[in-house]
């Protein structure tokens, strides 16, 4: 099993430009999740979804879309980068206990 | 506003020595309580968790000691060893789809 899969690993973008940062799990788990990492903060929640077709908005949504077409996939959409998205992205994925992270994506907005 | 408060920020223990990390929620509704381990250029990965109907848990050198009443849970790492070197984040799921709440995180450093 590959568990939580996201891609890429690492990104340079600049002001203004946009991007999809990819997740897929191949556990067939209903709920997932894209939080974002900034040092000595910890991850705040962005998105989430519940099941395919239904997502909702976390602590820090603004800047961002998500879509959650298939249980596999939900990518996170960037449409506007600015320097405040410079972060760690990880997505996540559970079916209600244990939380399976991915390895993340390191972004850097300049 | 943070909803899981997490201390130290930072920790440096001896090889042999007990490492211990706090936590503080508020939301009463919180029904599951994990610590996550997590290394340089990786994800975190669940380290022991804890529900809160009980006061303690003990998995090898990991134990979670949980009040209730308090709203206080903690993780004591014993014999600490080099390897445990790494970032811990205590969390607290809501009913939001499941989404965990993070601490701001302890960064751990056990010297030998």
């Known amino acids: 099993n590959a568990g939580v899969t996201q891609t890429p690993k690492f990104r340079i973008l600049k002001i203004g430009q946009s991007m999809t940062l990819q997740c897929t799990q191949d556990?067939?788990?209903?709920?997932m999740y894209w939080y974002r990492q900034d040092p000595g903060m910890g991850l705040k929640l962005i998105y989430y979804s519940v099941g395919a077709g239904i997502t909702d908005k976390g602590e820090v949504p603004n800047g961002y879309n998500v879509s959650r077409s298939t249980t596999e996939d939900f990518p996170l959409r960037l449409e506007l980068a600015a320097p405040s998205q410079t972060s760690v992205y990880f997505c996540?994925?559970?079916?209600?206990?244990?939380?399976?992270f991915g390895q993340g994506t390191r972004l850097t907005v300049v | 506003q943070q909803q899981v408060k997490q201390s130290p920020q930072s920790l440096i223990v001896q090889k042999g020595g007990i490492s211990i990390i706090n936590c503080a929620y508020e939301?009463?509704?919180?029904?599951?309580f994990p610590w996550y381990q997590q290394f340089p250029g990786k994800g975190p990965a669940l380290l022991i968790a804890i529900r809160p109907d009980v006061s303690e848990k003990k998995e090898g050198r990991f134990t979670i000691s949980f009040n209730k009443s308090a709203k206080q849970f903690s993780l004591h790492i014993m014999d600490s060893q080099p390897g445990d070197s790494a970032t811990y984040f205590c969390a607290a799921r809501g009913n939001s789809g499941y989404a965990l709440n993070f601490g701001k995180g302890t960064s751990l450093l056990v010297t030998p």
């Open positions: 996540a994925s559970t079916l209600g206990g244990e939380a399976f």
């Open positions: 939301n009463t509704a919180f029904d599951y």
């Open positions: 556990m067939n788990h209903n709920y």
